[in-house]
């Protein structure tokens, strides 16, 4: 494995890692594959379900149109754009919740939860500001006038569920920086399957409903999202949680760790922000190729992500066991939970990359089975099918990207993720522009650049975690 191959020449110590992992057996020794996987696999079936609710939602629009299907994807990428740098600070309570934890600061957790949380009702209007100018915003995007019209009417239905996306994200930060994993996985596989009956009703119009088309697919998300906020809060205000982890005493404001929360999840955020600026970017670009190459555009990385939250859960259980390892100050351990969770996912990231080579028509079924008369189908599908192969090309960088990001991040080595992502995100949407715009180049070259930006951060996080920096930090006092 790649935990038990690797973990011999970080930073110099060598002996002391050997020392630290020879008495233990690589499946059920401390940050063992055993330990990983009681606090991965939760998360990954979580990842999952949202993103087999999302991956539903656009077969479900692809039945509509293939213009619907291809405005809801941009859509949402604006409208997570547009969330993810305060989604990205709460999420990062996360950390503080992980370390509080491993340093045996029980009474801490609820406070540093709690404000997370009025970050998140403070962005509310944000939120609904945005609604107002969807109009103005993807008239930016020159697409078609059908196209645009189904991205405004997504966004706007969609956007009403922001502020619940950013109150769970930093309620759910209670269990799964904890550790205690299997309470976000069932809360969000219940929600996606509400989220999913939600979708069929209200896009078709079934049991009295109308059908809305996309507008319906956006408010059965928000609906969603909303619910899992209300059920987070609720059961992070239990009794026995307000008695061990100041869940209650904890709603006070706290100034000092607000600003705490702010400064390491900040640059945290703007991560995600960049680096979604860029990916974003390259998505509407391509959009300007032609409806074939968007539809297949949308298509390949509907599929991709379907296959790659698992390892956006494997990346975020990194997260959680360095932060408890380092705030019990045992870096050895943090190191090999980090190097267990990259083997892991390798090796699911390498199944799922083989499949996508032999058997594509496996992942691209369902997006024609309820639309047979489409225009351009065999043209569409071909390119798809053509596209997953870039994506096979990249998947196992992507696990090492996600894996490393999250493991320095869950130190608190948040502003070298900051400064990578701000150099690395505007160059992918300056490439995306001159290869488009400039260029005029073809579909296959834009895949081309955004699977060499990929290998390109894959290099740089692999040589951080490696060079070893992040051991000496901590983001709790």
């Known amino acids: 494995m790649v935990a038990s191959s690797s973990r011999y020449w970080l930073d110099g110590t060598d002996a002391r890692m050997h020392q630290e992992t020879s008495n233990h057996h690589w499946w059920s020794g401390p940050s063992g594959v055993r330990e990983v996987l009681v606090v991965a696999l ?27 299907m291809s405005a809801a994807f941009s859509a949402s ?103 205690k994993t299997l309470v976000v996985m069932w809360v969000d596989t219940a929600v996606a399957i509400v989220n999913i009956g939600l979708d069929y009703l209200w896009i078709f119009g ?64 703007l991560q995600m922000l960049l680096d979604l600026v860029g990916f974003t970017a390259f998505v509407i670009l391509v959009n300007r190729l032609g409806m ?46 980090t190097w267990t969770t990259l083997g892991v996912a390798l090796t699911y990231m390498a199944v799922i990359s083989t499949c996508y080579v032999c058997v594509p028509q496996l992942f691209l079924f ?38 490393f990001v999250n493991a320095i991040k869950g130190a608190g080595d948040t502003r070298f993720v900051f400064f990578v992502s701000l150099v690395m995100g505007t160059l992918l949407a300056a490439g995306s522009w001159l290869a488009v715009e400039i260029l005029a180049a073809e579909i296959h070259t834009c895949w081309l650049l955004i699977t060499g930006w990929i290998w390109i951060m894959a290099a740089i996080f692999t040589a951080r975690f490696v060079q070893g920096k992040w051991r000496n930090m901590r983001v709790i006092e």
Request: proline fraction near 4%; charged fraction near 10%; aromatic fraction near 14%.
């Open 206 to 269: 079934h049991a009295g409903f109308p059908a809305m088309g996309v507008a319906g697919a956006g408010y059965a998300t928000s609906v969603a999202l909303w619910l899992k906020a209300a059920i987070y809060v609720g059961l992070l205000l239990q009794s026995r949680h307000r008695r061990e982890f100041g869940t209650m005493q904890g709603m006070r404001w706290d100034g000092t760790l607000f600003w705490r929360l702010l400064y390491f999840g900040g640059p945290s955020g």
């Open 42 to 68: 939760p998360l990954v079936i979580s990842s999952l379900s949202w993103t087999v609710m999302t991956f539903i939602d656009r077969i479900f629009l692809r039945w509509v149109s293939g213009e619907a």
């Open 292 to 337: 074939v190459e968007a539809e297949a555009t949308s298509m390949a990385f509907s599929v991709s992500t379907l296959a790659f939250m698992p390892i956006w859960g494997f990346g975020m259980a990194a997260g959680v066991l360095v932060g408890q390892r380092l705030g019990d100050d045992q870096p050895m351990l943090a190191a090999r939970a």
């Open 77 to 179: 990428m604006v409208w997570f754009l547009i969330l993810c740098l305060p989604l990205g600070i709460c999420a990062y309570a996360n950390t503080f919740v992980a370390q509080y934890f491993g340093d045996h600061q029980w009474r801490r957790i609820g406070s540093a939860v709690w404000q997370a949380i009025w970050l998140a009702v403070l962005c509310i209007p944000m939120t609904w500001l945005m609604i107002e100018w969807a109009p103005a915003i993807f008239r930016l995007a020159d697409h078609a006038p059908t196209v645009q019209q189904h991205e405004v009417t997504y966004f706007r239905s969609i956007m009403w569920g922001g502020g619940g996306m950013l109150v769970a994200q930093a309620a759910a930060a209670f269990y799964s920086g904890r550790g």
């Open 366 to 403: 369902g997006f024609d089975a309820g639309n047979q008369a489409a225009p351009n189908q065999a043209q569409v599908a071909a390119l798809a099918t053509s596209l997953l192969r870039y994506v096979a090309a990249y998947n196992l960088l992507d696990a090492v990207l996600t894996i």
